[in-house]
Structures are given as C-alpha cells and as structure tokens.
C-alpha cells in the first residue's frame, strides 16, 4: 500500500494573522491580502505549470464578482475551468414596461464548454400577471405554471437577450414551440451563429437581422463571436415575431 510523504504537521489549529490565503496559487498578494487574478490568461502566467496539481482551485475576477476556477482534467492551460459562480434570479418590474429578468445557468455541453455560463433576459412586451413573476422567483419553476399561466406567458415574451462574457461563447437554449425571429441586434459582436443539430453544423446570422427566420422546436445552440480579443462581454437581442 502506497504511503503519503510527510508533510507539517500541526498541534493546534492554524490561526493566521492577515487577511490572506495561505497558497500563494489562490491568488495574488497585493501586500496587504489576497485578490483575485485579473483574468485567465494571468492566473496561468502566474500558476507555473510546475507548481499546479489537479484540483487546484484560484479566484479569478469577472466584471464585478469573483468566480472560482480549477484544473479539472489535468494540470494544462486549458485543463483551468470554472467550478462555480454567483448566479443571481431576480426580477424587475416597471410600470411603464412590465420587464422581467430572469438569469439562468446555460445547460452548456461541458465536454467542449466546460466553464460556459451565459444569462438569457426575456423581455415582456405586455402586462405581466403577479403570479408568473412569482413563480419564476420560486424554487418550483416551470412546475408552478398552471396551463392557463403557460399560455399567458407563451404570449407576452416577444423578445430575449443572451448576454456573454469571456471566456463564454455558447449559450445552449430549449423550445417548446417553432418561433419566428423578425430581428437581431448585437453588443460586441457582429455575428450570430445557430445550430439546430446538436453542433454538428451552424449557420450564420451577420448582425444587425432584420427579415424572418424560423427556429423549429427542440434544443438550439447559440455562439457569438467577439469582436476582438480584448472584448470581454458580448450581447445579442432576438425579437420575436
């Protein structure tokens, strides 16, 4: 049976006297505490490959919050993913445009997107019943919907927004019914990929649309292209006939 080296052993508990994490590879040490990398590619300038073991968790920033990476599958550049953020489901309601926002986890293929997170906003054209807000706000989601709310909720969405930020390009999205797309306008990109098979194939949407597009029932994939490499955020509005 193999043996663990021997590592430092304590008697007590470790009681640190600053502010910071105690592995130097959690983040970056600004001489006061620990904050996180400011993107990827410094996380993995800084993590030598040497000095890196599967598992290995560090804080990366996004926009304003902190997200959680680690080598997942191995100890490579691209082996560093995201293990989890903050995902917030909030709603907004006005009294002159009944919007609701509704921010949800990608149901992204993690084999080839393993730290996809986007954020789908679907805008309500029409007054909006308390009790659709309300059961999008609680844990029974889609459960909670009599057949009477479905059909209400099926008429008033005429539009959604996917929102993107780097490294995420794909965003993996559900129909329960064929919808007409009269119109497409992007944030940091300029094209629009779609596919209907799986990923098997995409066609492209050069942005601004406008004309008349169908998007039969079943699991689409959406991906954005950036319009640089120093865009980090990226955004599509889909409006629906």
């Known amino acids: 049976m193999a043996n663990q080296p021997a590592g430092f052993q304590f008697a007590k508990p470790y009681d640190p ?3 910071v994490a105690s592995d130097m590879r959690y983040g970056k040490y600004d001489g006061t505490t620990t904050i996180p990398f400011t993107n990827i590619a410094e996380a993995l300038d800084l993590i030598k490959p040497a000095l890196r073991y599967q598992g290995l968790q560090c804080i990366i920033a996004n ?11 191995g100890t490579a550049n691209n082996d560093l993913v995201l293990l989890q953020t903050d995902v917030n489901i909030s709603g907004k309601e006005d009294n002159a445009n009944k919007t609701n926002s509704i921010r949800d986890l990608a149901n992204a293929d993690n084999t080839r997107y393993p730290s996809e997170l986007a954020v789908r906003t679907l805008t309500d054209a029409a007054t909006s019943p308390p009790q659709i807000k309300a059961a999008y706000e609680s844990n029974s989601n889609t459960n909670a919907f009599t057949n009477a709310q479905k059909a209400k909720l099926d008429s008033v969405l005429k539009a959604f927004t996917l929102s993107f930020t780097q490294p995420v390009r794909e965003y993996k999205d559900y129909f329960e019914n064929t919808v ?3 119109s497409i306008i992007g944030d940091g990109t300029s094209v629009l990929r779609y596919s209907t098979n799986g ?3 995409y066609s492209v949407i050069n942005l601004p649309y406008n004309g008349s597009l169908s998007i039969p029932v079943g699991w689409i994939r959406w991906r954005i292209d950036y319009a640089s490499q120093t865009t980090t955020t990226a955004s599509v ?3 629906l006939q």
């Open 17 to 19: 006297t600053n502010p």
């Open 63 to 73: 926009g304003t919050s902190i997200s959680l990476f680690w080598f997942r599958g």
């Open 237 to 239: 509005y889909i409006k």
């Open 199 to 201: 990923g098997s194939t």
């Open 180 to 182: 007409t797309i009269n």
